[in-house]
């Protein structure tokens, strides 16, 4: 029965209702269609589409008629610009490729998947010496287009050994406080530029700068880890196996990309021993339990035996979106290696655990109240419903909850007990979600995932409280 707390209804303890979390996510998904296929956003609509396709697996809902919308969410000519965006554009296409998406055009979401590993990569992707394009299939919808203005290309772990041509003139001292702390992994999300780059600093800032990129995030280096194991994976089905061959596809080096990817967090993760300077944030730096994934690294190599901070690193910084990334990551991987993974590799459950202890706040949605996550979370913060997400970037912020709830989906879907213990947490935001008085968030705050917001993005941002809300009924549906 509902429990009365301050005259609203919570939803804690009542029983999951599958039929009701299917009928709201069908809904959710008339209203997400039309804003997804006039996005214009391909980031944002590859993000989005992979959420779609777990309402397509769990509705049953014939997908043949959303090929081209599909196509067009995965054009790159659509804003594609830093490399994190061609990770969510190949994770996305890679999936609706081996789930059978409009299986008429399996193929094409398989080209785009390989295409998006090798832009990423950069030089070498092919076995093949010689000149040999940015990427290899060029039939996609906009992957012609945006290879012909995009030849230039270094690759996201190329950066730093690229500074002198990217930026012509950058000082000797400069590249060297700039160098990456660990190597090899560890990639960047955009070149280096003159007018931008980070800002390398003796002390930390508490966060002081504003520099999106090109840094060492969490996201970015995510997204190229799942698409690099995931796409090695995926060539060794024999019905993918020539699209990859065909192109002189450097298998080898997807496969070491991801085994350098788990090798880097080790180092960042477990091996960094100030608890200020660790990608891990845990009890030691304010978790309320288990850990939790900064939202980017700290600290370049040492010049002289002094360490140098980004500037615009903020200890207590995380996104529910790498919570949920590196759960897939970490989780995939241990599977993969089977035999004395690398330790890093099983720390998948404590961050499940550290975001139901973090990221579930008290609030209340007209008279329906409940703890529900939040997109972001600074930790430490008095007003986290308020907290400022990394250059006040608030639109791609808030896509996170969706991001994360599908990769609790796929950890469920393999290893079912990992979310036992919070699958009444799961039900009651799903029950609020369905509530006909679900309303206006209390307390305010722009840090709020069901809220439908417009932070310039027009329906690139409109849509992403409707994706997360339905990310929460997909997964909900699965544990019923």
Not at 23 to 42: C, H, M, Q, R, Y
Not at 119 to 147: E, I, N, Q, R, V
Not at 198 to 210: A, F, K, L, M, T
Not at 307 to 321: A, E, F, L, V
Request: some cysteine; aromatic content about 12%.
């Amino acid at each position: 029965m509902n429990d009365i707390q301050n005259g609203r209804t919570t939803q804690q303890g009542m029983a999951a209702d599958k039929a009701a979390y299917l009928a709201e996510a069908t809904s959710l998904f008339k209203e997400i269609l039309p804003l997804w296929d006039s996005a214009g956003n391909v980031w944002r609509t590859a993000c989005a589409f992979d959420s779609l396709l777990d309402y397509f697996v769990v509705s049953g809902t014939d997908s043949a008629p959303y090929a081209a919308a599909a196509l067009n969410a995965l054009d790159p000519t659509k804003k594609g610009n830093w490399w994190d965006d061609f990770g969510w554009i190949g994770i996305a296409a890679l999936r609706a490729a081996e789930l059978g998406f409009a299986a008429n055009h399996r193929y094409d979401f398989l080209k785009i998947a390989i295409n998006s590993w090798c832009y990423m990569y950069g030089a070498g992707w092919s076995t093949k010496s010689g000149p040999h394009g940015a990427y290899p299939y060029l039939d996609p919808p906009g992957w012609a287009s945006f290879a012909s203005t995009h030849g230039n290309n270094t690759g996201a772990p190329n950066c730093w050994a690229y500074i002198a041509q990217t930026w012509p003139g950058v000082s000797p001292d400069m590249q060297a406080k700039l160098r990456p702390r660990y190597s090899p992994g560890g990639i960047w999300n955009s070149p280096f530029t003159a007018t931008e780059h980070p800002i390398p600093v003796p002390e930390y800032n508490s966060g002081g700068g504003d520099v999106l990129n090109p840094i060492q995030n969490t996201v970015t280096n995510a997204v190229y880890a799942l698409l690099s194991l995931r796409l090695s994976q995926a060539a060794k089905n024999p019905d993918f196996a020539p699209y990859f061959n065909n192109v002189n596809f450097n298998l080898a080096a997807c496969n070491q990309a991801w085994e350098n990817q788990i090798a880097w967090w080790q180092l960042w993760m477990l091996k960094t021993p100030d608890p200020l300077q660790s990608l891990l944030l845990t009890g030691q730096q304010g978790s309320q339990g288990g850990s939790l994934v900064r939202e980017r690294v700290s600290s370049f190599a040492a010049v002289n035996n002094e360490i140098y901070w980004d500037s615009s690193y903020n200890k207590g910084m995380t996104w529910s979106g790498d919570q949920g990334l590196l759960i897939g990551a970490l989780r995939e991987a241990n599977a993969i290696y089977k035999a004395s993974p690398p330790p890093v590799c099983g720390l998948y459950p404590d961050l499940i655990k550290g975001t139901f202890a973090n990221y579930f706040r008290p609030r209340a949605y007209g008279s329906v109240s409940g703890n529900f996550p939040l997109p972001w979370l600074e930790v430490g913060a008095t007003d986290p419903y308020n907290a400022t997400p990394p250059g006040s970037d608030y639109g791609d912020y808030q896509t996170g909850v969706g991001a994360y709830m599908r990769y609790l989906l796929q950890a469920y879907r393999a290893e079912p007990a990992l979310l036992a213990a919070y699958k009444p947490a799961i039900i009651a935001t799903a029950n609020a979600l369905v509530n006909p008085n679900f309303g206006a968030a209390s307390p305010p705050g722009a840090c709020d995932a069901f809220t439908p917001q417009n932070n310039g993005n027009g329906n690139a941002d409109l849509m992403s409280a409707y994706v997360n809300r339905l990310a929460v009924l997909t997964l909900a549906i699965a544990i019923s």
